[in-house]
């Protein structure tokens, strides 16, 4: 359950899938059902190459639309990655940092994180900054020695003024795609000890202001529960997100 200073966030996270049209007419369905959104911040993270596309049809719609990475240099010779201000550019107003797939498939680094969520902050692009344990890391009784080496490279850079602009996701690396949701406890455990980090870090009243969104096969029916859950102050969905059909729902869990 979030607190009354934090607006439930709802986001999908599209990856590799969809094409232009589908992307678009998704956009569509979901700026028509959305009205003026009031209680609750939705948004996608699209492939770059649609993004011009999605911002232009999600235009005078709260709908918020990023990208999924970034590189944390203005230019240079950086062949095949994005610099903040070119996703700011064609439209993006967010941008998913250090996501599990980021690290595990195409290795990036701790050292990188803090560097890219301080661009991202810097080219006014809000950063959900994701992190979470594997499931070796889970069983060697890692989860929270992880999540914390996680929260303390992403966050290096961190100001007290920035908490309002960063979200955490904690997404455990053995539930992305795989069906197998975090317990209510286990999302509970971890999402106490992010919270707590972050009073240590920015103190309470920062602290306060960050949200921390639960990730990892997300559905329509988990969405109610899991978002029940103290200090789980939205969700990033990935297959889920992907239709109106399993995404609205989402989007309406208290509905
Ligand atoms: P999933 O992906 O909902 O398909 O498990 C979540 C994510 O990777 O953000």
Redo the contacts with the bound molecule.
């Keep these: 359950m979030t607190h009354r200073s934090r607006k439930p966030y709802i986001a999908g ?1 599209w ?1 590799m899938n969809l094409d232009r049209s589908r992307s678009l007419d998704l956009i569509k369905t979901v700026k028509g059902r959305l009205g003026d959104g009031g209680d609750r911040e939705v948004a996608f993270f699209v492939p770059a190459i649609y993004l011009a596309d999605v911002t232009a049809v999600a235009q005078g719609s709260p709908l918020g639309v990023g990208g999924q990475n970034l590189w944390y240099e203005a230019n240079g010779a950086f062949t095949g990655e994005l610099a903040p201000r070119m996703l700011r550019e064609v439209g993006a107003d967010r941008v ?1 940092i250090g ?3 980021r690290r595990h498939v195409f290795h990036e680094p701790d050292e990188w994180m803090g560097r890219k969520v301080r661009a991202a902050l810097d080219a006014d692009l809000l950063p959900i900054y ?1 992190i979470g344990e594997t499931l070796d890391e889970r069983k060697a009784g890692k989860t929270e020695r992880v999540c914390k080496r996680q929260l303390e490279s992403g966050c290096e850079k961190i100001r007290t003024e920035d908490a309002h602009r960063l979200t955490i ?1 904690y ?1 455990p690396v053995w ?5 197998e949701t975090a317990t209510i406890d286990q999302v509970g455990q971890v999402h106490r000890t992010i919270r707590k980090w972050l009073v240590q870090r920015l103190g309470e009243d920062a602290a306060n202001l960050v949200r921390i969104l639960y ?5 329509p029916d988990n969405a109610k529960d899991l978002m029940a859950v103290d200090n789980v102050d939205g969700l ?6 992907l239709q109106a059909e399993t995404f609205l729902p989402i989007i309406e869990f208290d509905r």
């Design positions: 996270n990856k998913l996501h599990s797939e994701c996701a997404e539930a992305i795609g795989t069906g990730g990892g096969s997300v559905k990033l969905v990935g297959g889920a997100s």
